[in-house]
Each structure stands twice: as structure tokens, then as C-alpha cells.
């Protein structure tokens, strides 16, 4: 064994178990069977936030403004097309640094 390392050698022993103990072991490897996996209420995350009629409205209007469609947009911020429509449908999870890239994009006003 290799000076540098600190861990304690392990050793896996085989020992049998009456059919007592086994069904114990298997009832605790069971998912929904301890307390672990039984959930708090009000444990939930909150829901992601989504994109608000006003942000899609304007992020939108800022393509348009740019003779651009969403396929080409896309491209340009290295994004699927599937993103730029999610975001204008209202599907997409909020991502503020698209929003940012977008709005660089406007203010440049490069096509």
C-alpha cells in the first residue's frame, strides 16, 4: 500500500442471516419504507419562475426589431430554437442571463 494514502484497508465479510433478518433488510431497502424518504409538508421547492407576459411581449418585439426570426436568434445567442420559442410562448424557465444577451444584442443593434 502506497505511502501517501490515510485510508483503513476495508474487509467485506459474507455472513448469513436467518429469513427474520432478511426480510428486515429488505423492508429498509424498500423506497417509501423508512423515514428518510417520507417528505415534510411544505418540504416542496418552489416552482420555477417563468417568463411574464410583459418580459415575452418585449423580448419579442426586440427580435422583430431586429428582422430577425427565431431560428436565426437563436443561432446568434448560441441557444437551441427551441429556447427562444419556449421564451416567447411563456414555456421556458427564466433565464436571466438570456434575457441579458438578448438586450446586448438590441442595444448593439448588429443584424
Not at 430577425?68 to 430554437?81: D, I, S
Request: hydrophobic share 30%.
Amino acid at each position: 500500500m502506497a505511502d501517501h494514502q490515510d485510508w483503513e484497508p476495508v474487509t467485506f465479510v459474507n455472513t448469513k442471516l436467518d429469513p427474520q433478518q432478511k426480510k428486515h433488510v429488505i423492508a429498509e431497502r424498500r423506497p417509501g419504507h423508512n423515514n428518510l424518504s417520507k417528505k415534510l409538508e411544505g418540504d416542496e421547492p418552489p416552482p420555477p419562475k417563468m417568463y411574464d407576459a410583459k418580459l415575452r411581449n418585449e423580448m419579442t418585439s426586440l427580435r422583430l426589431k431586429l428582422k430577425l426570426n427565431q431560428k436565426t436568434l437563436a443561432n446568434r445567442l448560441h441557444v437551441t430554437e427551441s429556447v427562444i420559442k419556449n421564451l416567447e410562448n411563456g414555456t421556458g424557465k427564466y433565464d436571466p442571463q438570456l434575457v441579458n444577451k438578448i438586450r446586448r444584442l438590441a442595444a448593439s443593434g448588429s443584424c
